[in-house]
């Protein structure tokens, strides 16, 4: 499925299940939740932090496309094409860091 795709299936979710968006502000604070529970898994699965036993049987997976569903909600709100921006946000990339990274001895 295409971004594109992907922000009208949002869009038509949101305006049938979930009534209607919450505002931009509700929605960003709502995305910084998320992001901090995927924050949460990586440093116990992958960093120093040890489990809590409620955390044991959560979905990594699941908590990304948590983050991917706001995100997308906020872009429909204030009418960014992901697809565009995303395509702009390469370039810039690949401009800016065409040697950067291969310069960069602690990647070696």
Known sequence: MS?????KRV???INTTG???????????I?????????????????????KESDKA?????EMADVL???ICLANQTGIDLTEAFEKNMQKKTLRDTD???NNNKLI
Do not use: C, P
């Open 100 to 102: 950067r990274h291969k």
């Open 69 to 71: 569903f706001v995100l």
């Open 3 to 7: 971004l594109k795709e992907t922000q």
């Open 58 to 62: 959560v979905d990594l997976g699941d």
């Open 19 to 29: 009534i209607r968006y919450f505002n931009e502000l509700t929605n960003t604070a």
């Open 31 to 51: 995305l910084m939740e998320e992001v901090g529970e995927v924050a949460r898994i990586m440093s116990r699965r992958y960093g120093e932090q040890s489990f």
């Open 11 to 13: 869009d038509e979710w």
